[in-house]
């Protein structure tokens, strides 16, 4: 979808889409939420037989609590609901059930949709990408520190621990008060949360359900993120050339899912539907993706390949593309010649 007038052409079939139903987005926090407690407290009934009992219960709980963070990240962009306050009720409780302030990662998330593939703009809301240019200019210990950080044990190990833990218990420096405040409330409610459940349950019993939970929906969630701008062909290109629709469109997956697996990750899978347009509910992003053929010419991903992700590291600026770092061994000597 190179064509200007092929890239407008997508306004007039996702517009109809750009609004909230506001029984769909009900009966959506019903159909995760209500679920997700009922897991919760089935795995920890199930402590008592085993903790191996447990252990795929908390699985699919967490599972829900993705489809939470789903419902979370359409209250950001004011795409759940018609009214904005609403919006930012339902986005601050989902947010203190899943350990994200609702202020701050609305507005970190929104800088990610506004500067996604823009070359001069990165470093809010995305991965940390370097260019080749980059990278062979920069110190052994900055090209340490970049390894480490794309090393995928430390990305989908450590990261998701240090992220939802303890990143996003502290203000951006530059958040205002109403961003502040909300970040101490989130921060009082998960303690209120965990408190009570340690309290009435038993610190252990609570420790061995929600950890689990929160392992599986925190590392899958920065999988999806991950895998989902970071395929060979991606898209990156300098402030002056950079294209909304084409950074949507070409910088953006597809992941083909199993049915359930869509359903459980809130459709996140149609990812360019969802940077094309952010207004659009998660429930209805399938929808705008089958009502324009020129919308489904993008990179398709599956769970098979998606695992070839982990291995694009570094952004070649010349032939627009990911390579590993194994690659840019083999023509360092012709960048430096």
Not at 122 to 131: A, F, S
Not at 261 to 272: A, F, R, S, V
Request: proline content about 4%; hydrophobic content about 40%; glycine content about 6%.
């Amino acid at each position: 979808m190179n064509n200007p007038n092929e890239q407008g052409s997508w306004r007039k079939d996702v517009a109809p889409y750009e609004r909230s139903h506001t029984k769909r987005s009900v009966w959506q926090i019903i159909n995760t939420i209500i679920p997700y407690i009922i897991l919760w407290y089935a795995a920890y009934l199930c402590l008592e037989v085993s903790f191996w009992l447990t252990l795929p219960i908390a699985i699919v709980a967490g599972g829900f609590l993705i489809r939470t963070f789903i419902i979370f990240h359409d209250c950001c962009h004011g795409s759940f609901f018609k009214n904005r306050k609403a919006n930012a009720i339902v986005g601050t409780i989902t947010g203190i059930m899943t350990f994200v302030p609702f202020q701050q990662w609305r507005y970190t998330h929104a800088v990610h949709h506004a500067t996604s593939g823009n070359l001069d703009h990165r470093g809010t809301g995305d991965i940390w990408t370097m260019t080749v240019e980059e990278y062979l200019s920069a110190s052994t210990m900055q090209r340490f520190i970049y390894r480490l950080y794309r090393n995928p044990i430390i990305m989908f190990g450590l990261g998701p621990i240090y992220i939802f833990l303890i990143n996003y218990r502290f203000n951006r420096k530059a958040a205002k008060r109403k961003e502040r405040i909300n970040t101490y409330v989130t921060n009082l409610g998960i303690v209120v949360l965990l408190g009570t459940l340690c309290l009435v349950l038993g610190w252990q019993e609570a420790l061995l359900v929600q950890v689990p939970i929160f392992l599986t929906s925190s590392i899958a969630g920065i999988w999806l993120f991950y895998v989902q701008h970071n395929f060979e062909e991606g898209y990156y290109e300098e402030d002056g050339n950079w294209d909304h629709a084409s950074a949507a469109l070409q910088g953006s997956s597809f992941y083909s899912l199993p049915r359930f697996l869509h359903w459980i990750t809130g459709n996140i899978g149609y990812h360019h539907i969802h940077h094309l347009s952010p207004r659009v509910p998660n429930y209805y992003l399938e929808k705008v993706h089958n009502t324009n053929a020129k919308l489904r010419e993008v990179q398709t991903i599956t769970l098979k390949t998606s695992l070839k992700s982990l291995k694009f590291r570094i952004w070649d600026t010349k032939v627009k593309r990911f390579i590993s770092f194994k690659d840019i061994k083999r023509y360092t000597p012709k960048r430096e010649s």
